[in-house]
């Protein structure tokens, strides 16, 4: 069920916020290299810093990918993060409902969906990267199956009023209606959906070959090792940004005819957000007050 409560953002608003985002990059970037955390730009960024030379102009978010052995080192930098105004936010976080990594702007506040009562602020996100020699099917299968494991776990974060189930009662699919149940009763269940896809994704942390995905990521999408590996440097809104030295087949597999603009209609955020405050962190019962 999408909140109905999204705001408009106004072009002040998202200039800044843009602004915040570039500087989010730009300390993470740097942050990457002083640990030897090799990452590189993936999805909408790559499509940006190819066809636009830097943001898409209709995005609001930057795509990084991590090989998963970086990715794990990096979340047990929080404490340093923390020094420096920025945080690290995982699946390990209690009541974060992503299965990636969000580096963040810790003087910021964002709540995206007002049905799952988390805070963050202005991100970078960071996808873990796998590594397999399966067939392209057998890696599907994986990442539907990470994927479902995930969706399970977070069906028991969503928190929903006795109000938005009377009003939105006769406008719901089967799986919301599910997610609905399950924010009510099978809150218990929440550990043990958590340890299952954790389980899950230990089986394939230390896998080898010369294929790679992010195994909740793009199913079906799956890439050559190579791309994420044999990469170069190109300029994105002033920086330089790591991208696949093979970025034509990359983008091609993701999206067909990537210098072809989208219909107008497209050339939208696909983002929620319920709130945002640019200027300092709002806990969440503050946050509802003002609401």
């Not at 999805?43 to 052995?69: C, E, S």
């Not at 009510?184 to 070959?209: H, M, Q």
């Not at 300029?235 to 993701?254: A, H, N, Q, R, T």
Request: charged content about 25%; some cysteine.
């Amino acid at each position: 069920m999408d909140s109905v409560d999204r705001i408009e953002v106004s072009d002040t608003l998202r200039q800044e916020y843009r602004k915040l985002l570039l500087q989010a990059l730009s300390f993470s970037i740097k942050f990457f290299k002083r640990h030897n955390l090799h990452y590189v730009a993936c999805g909408g960024t790559v499509l940006g810093a190819i066809r636009h030379k830097g943001l898409i102009p209709w995005d609001d978010d930057i795509d990084l990918y991590m090989p998963r052995n970086d990715y794990e080192k990096l979340l047990r930098l929080n404490d340093e993060l923390n020094s420096e105004g920025y945080e690290v936010i995982s699946h390990y976080n209690d009541g974060y409902y992503l299965p990636f990594a969000k580096i963040v702007n810790k003087n910021t506040t964002i709540w995206e969906r007002k049905e799952l009562p988390f805070v963050f602020g202005v991100f970078v996100d960071v996808f873990p990267l796998d590594f397999f020699d399966d067939t392209v099917a057998e890696i599907t299968s994986i990442q539907n199956k990470g994927y479902a494991l995930f969706s399970k776990y977070v069906s028991t974060l969503y928190k929903y009023s006795f109000g938005d189930l009377i009003t939105s009662l006769f406008n719901l699919s089967k799986s919301e209606l599910i997610n609905i149940f399950e924010s009510f009763f099978v809150s218990a269940f929440r550990k043990r959906r958590l340890k299952a896809f954790n389980d899950f994704l230990e089986i394939y942390k230390n896998g080898t070959g010369d294929k790679c995905v992010c195994i909740t990521q793009w199913a079906g999408k799956v890439f050559k090792r190579e791309w994420f590996e044999d990469t170069i440097e190109v300029p994105f809104e002033g920086m330089d940004i790591v991208i696949p030295s093979d970025y034509d087949d990359y983008l091609k597999l993701l999206y067909g005819d990537y210098m072809t603009l989208p219909p107008i209609e497209n050339r939208v955020s696909q983002h929620f957000l319920y709130y945002v405050n640019l200027k300092e962190r709002i806990k969440i019962e503050d946050i509802r007050s003002l609401k």
